[in-house]
């Protein structure tokens, strides 16, 4: 959980956020227990568990964190998995 992945977040036709690298490779951004989405497609707001904004659309991050070989049973949003998953941990300008 000590790798940088740096990308963009976006919400595809189905409302899912994913991350675009410069390479436009997808990544899903598995998020920790708490976080919520509010906003729409076009433009939205990540929240930690105390509802604090900890991200938003079209802006440049620097997410730590580490891969995940696959989804686990228990994660929500399973339909939204694309690309390489990605464990979040730290989040900071990119």
């Known amino acids: 959980m000590e790798a940088l992945h740096r990308g963009t977040l976006a919400a595809d036709e189905n409302g899912c956020v994913h991350s675009k690298t410069a390479g436009d490779s997808v990544t ?3 998020w ?3 976080y919520t989405v509010k906003g729409d497609s076009k433009s ?4 930690d568990a105390g509802k604090n904004v900890v991200a938003g659309s079209g802006v ?3 997410i730590g964190g580490g891969g995940a070989g696959s989804f686990k049973d228990t994660w929500t949003e ?3 998995a694309k690309g390489t998953l990605w464990m979040v941990g730290q989040i900071g300008p990119g």
Not at 44 to 47: K, P, R, Y
């Open 28 to 30: 899903t951004p598995v």
């Open 32 to 34: 920790p227990q708490g």
């Open 44 to 47: 939205f707001e990540i929240l």
């Open 60 to 62: 440049p991050l620097a």
């Open 78 to 80: 399973r339909d939204c």
